[in-house]
T-cell receptor
Framework: DAKTTQPNSMESNEEEPVHLPCNHS???????IHWYRQLPSQGPEYVIH???SNVNNRMASLAIAEDRKSSTLILHRATLRDAAVYYC?????????????FGKGTSLLVTP | KAGVTQTPRYLIKTRGQQVTLSCSPI?????VSWYQQTPGQGLQFLFE???????NKGNFPGRFSGRQFSNSRSEMNVSTLELGDSALYLC??????????FGSGTRLTVV
């Protein structure tokens, strides 16, 4: 499986934008980029996924580099509830049936 | 809309025993996956079922098994429990093309 690299931790102030980076230099042409997050004492939560184009949903935006070797999850206005571990994961396709290969993720701290 | 339901929430078992965990997916979701989460290894994929068939399996010993019923509910079984099996076991369900929705997990403690 292609590997992803994320910073261990990041810190943000409440109500400011947060850019969470992910490097995936060995990504293949058919790999989808998924982001999940895990709040304390909860199961992971789907955030967003994309293939080549930037994607937006109610939770976040996903910016994918033109060469697809990196991507950035953007939280437009961080809230205290966004404090979580964020995982960037590559999968072979976007349909169900794939295994999510969770790495260590980035622990996001949001301060008031 | 009900989420993914896992039962029981907590379980304490003795080494050598076996355990069965249950997962009820979101209505209409036919894919169910299981994950193990430990402080040392993080989140690791166990297996995935779709329409009662196992489609993918992670790198776990044969003591870990699962099944899915015709109503998409799934169970996972761990036989001959070891101390190292203590973990949070998470179940996730998905509709094709969408992300996975996880349950809150079953916390298994082996003593």
């Amino acid at each position: 499986d292609a590997k992803t690299t994320q910073p261990n931790s990041m810190e943000s102030n409440e109500e400011e934008p947060v850019h969470l980076p992910c490097n995936h230099s060995t990504i293949s042409g058919t790999d989808y980029i998924h982001w999940y997050r895990q709040l304390p004492s909860q199961g992971p939560e789907y955030v967003i996924h994309g293939l080549t184009s930037n994607v937006n949903n109610r939770m976040a935006s996903l910016a994918i580099a033109e060469d697809r070797k990196s991507s950035t999850l953007i939280l437009h206005r961080a809230t205290l509830r966004d404090a979580a571990v964020y995982y960037c994961i590559l999968t072979l396709n976007s349909n169900s049936g794939y295994a999510l290969n969770f790495g260590k993720g980035t622990s996001l701290l949001v301060t008031p | 809309k009900a989420g993914v339901t896992q039962t029981p929430r907590y379980l304490i078992k003795t080494r050598g025993q076996q355990v069965t965990l249950s997962c009820s997916p979101i209505s209409g979701h036919r894919s169910v996956s299981w994950y193990q989460q430990t402080p040392g290894q993080g989140l690791q994929f166990l297996f995935e079922y779709f329409s009662e068939t196992q489609r993918n399996k992670g790198n776990f010993p044969g003591r870990f098994s699962g099944r899915q019923f015709s109503n998409s509910r799934s169970e996972m079984n761990v036989s001959t429990l070891e101390l190292g099996d203590s973990a949070l076991y998470l179940c996730a369900s998905s509709l094709a093309g969408k992300g996975y929705t996880f349950g809150s997990g079953t916390r298994l403690t082996v003593v």
